[in-house]
Nanobody, 119 residues
């Protein structure tokens, strides 16, 4: 079973930057893809970015393109989200997730880390 643990959240002013980390642990960790999602108060959880574990192919939702960068370190079993030019509307709990194949849903989730962007 895979365990995911996010870190790096906090309070930042608009225009600032944060880097989120997600560390994975488990007997065997070889996902097809890792992703970041977020959930703002009163809103549904939304997809932000994903990256394939092999090849590092990335995909972003439009609202974060050019501001956020997802990356991974296979040797450390970690995935990161570099967030620049943060806006108040980026305020949310951020979750990392993993899935084993492109045909499956993201079934492994972390507990989330809070990101608050002040105006």
């Amino acid at each position: 079973q895979v365990q995911l643990q996010e870190s790096g959240g906090g309070l930042v002013q608009a225009g600032g930057s944060l880097r989120l980390s997600c560390a994975a642990s488990g007997r065997t960790f070889s996902p097809y893809e890792m992703a970041w999602f977020r959930q703002a108060p009163g809103k549904k959880r939304e997809f932000i970015a994903r990256i394939t574990w092999v090849g590092g192919v990335t995909f972003y939702t439009d609202s974060v393109k050019g501001r956020f960068t997802i990356s991974r370190d296979n040797a450390k079993n970690a995935v990161y989200l570099q967030m620049n030019s943060l806006k108040p509307e980026d305020t949310a709990v951020y979750y990392c997730a993993a899935r084993g194949s492109p045909a499956t849903l993201f079934t492994s989730w972390g507990q989330g880390t809070q990101v608050t962007v002040s105006s």
